[in-house]
């Protein structure tokens, strides 16, 4: 058994409570290798913004449990050496059984997730629950989901998405004792969340569900899946170094600031990172074909999603100087 805490590491409670209280939502971000892992530390570094480092469980088996496990520690002390000791949180991100979720608890995690949205609605009660018993021991904590994203990203995916009943969340809340809830309120996963002709308009987010959400557990920490952006200069940028991303939409920035400003205090991004490096590698190798170090597009990749992060702290976030 290995306690967060011997690595530097926090649980999301006191951060969801400032950040309820302060009117933002603390960055999410995902990820699977050391590139991505720099430049998250070194943007939230910079914007003295606490952090959310998300593994799903693809991830956890791409890096490895024991190298994502000192890649942590690792984290905690990379930002103390840029010179600021950022709040940092391990997350397991979408956790699909209690097993993964006891495993991530005892190899260092301080915070996991468990997505029994797809289960009939007593069965995802029961998992929860089942997860929180474990966990809380460990003064680990634990995110719930109700309702279903639709959209593809990593070992996530469901065709349509539910939106999350609001009249079941009080009830949900109060039988499992989580620490957070994610909901469905219009977001979807991976780059191709909505489907849209020219000259149509993304459709906007259910606020009246969120607004509906925080009335019946006011005060209660609710989280957004799905959050990307998906930034078209981006994608063009991609398109124009060979790639073939066509009709990818997200969520309009605006409407995650309104997001940020409630409830809401956690945000998931992950797409328009690999979107990000993509670009950046593209770019690379289309310009220098006989470019083979590693470093030579990775390097310029880090720097790029670095940028786009301290864009989302800054912009989109609110989360900036709240260390």
């Known amino acids: 058994m290995v306690s967060y805490k011997e690595l530097g590491l926090v649980n999301s409670r006191e951060m969801f409570q400032k950040a309820m209280a302060g009117k933002y939502a603390i960055p999410a971000f995902n990820f699977n290798n050391m590139e991505q892992l720099q430049a998250i530390i070194m943007a939230c570094v910079e914007t003295k913004s606490p952090v959310i480092l998300q593994v799903s469980s693809g991830a956890r088996k791409y890096a490895n449990q024991n190298l994502?496990?000192?890649?942590?520690?690792?984290?905690?002390?990379?930002?103390?050496?840029?010179?600021?000791?950022?709040?940092i949180v391990l997350h397991l991100d979408h956790g699909d059984s209690f097993e993964l979720c006891k495993s991530c608890i005892e190899t260092g995690f301080s915070s996991v997730m468990i997505d029994g949205s797809h289960l009939p609605y007593e069965e995802n009660i029961a998992l929860t629950r089942k997860v929180v018993e474990y966990a809380h021991p460990f003064d680990v904590t634990v995110e719930g989901e109700l309702g279903v994203l639709a959209g593809i990203e990593d070992e996530v995916s469901a065709e349509h998405h539910t939106y999350t009943r609001p009249e079941e969340v009080e009830d949900f809340v109060k039988r499992t004792n989580v620490d957070s809830l994610a909901i469905s309120i219009?977001?979807?996963?991976?780059?191709?969340?909505?489907?849209?002709?020219?000259?149509?308009?993304?459709?906007?987010?259910?606020?009246?569900?969120?607004?509906?959400?925080?009335?019946?557990?006011?005060?209660?920490?609710?989280?957004?899946?799905?959050?990307?952006?998906?930034?078209?200069?981006?994608?063009?940028?991609?398109?124009?170094?060979?790639?073939?991303i066509q009709n990818?939409?997200?969520?309009?920035?605006?409407?995650?600031?309104?997001?940020?400003?409630?409830?809401?205090?956690?945000?998931?991004?992950d797409s328009d990172g690999r979107l990000a490096m993509t670009a950046a590698i593209r770019k690379v190798l289309t310009e220098k074909p006989g470019e083979f170090d590693p470093r030579k597009y990775l390097g310029p990749a880090r720097e790029k999603l670095k940028e786009l992060?301290?864009?989302k702290i800054n912009n989109v976030l609110g989360s900036a100087n709240r260390v």
């Open 309 to 311: 992060y301290i864009h």
């Open 68 to 87: 994502l496990k000192n890649m942590a520690k690792g984290a905690t002390e990379y930002a103390h050496e840029l010179g600021c000791d950022i709040p």
């Open 248 to 269: 990818s939409a997200g969520v309009p920035e605006e409407q995650l600031r309104r997001a940020a400003s409630s409830a809401v205090c956690k945000i998931n991004i």
């Open 186 to 244: 219009g977001t979807s996963h991976g780059a191709f969340k909505f489907k849209v002709k020219p000259g149509e308009s993304i459709p906007p987010l259910r606020f009246d569900i969120l607004e509906e959400v925080e009335k019946r557990i006011p005060g209660f920490p609710i989280v957004l899946h799905g959050a990307s952006s998906v930034p078209q200069d981006i994608v063009a940028e991609i398109n124009k170094y060979g790639g073939d």
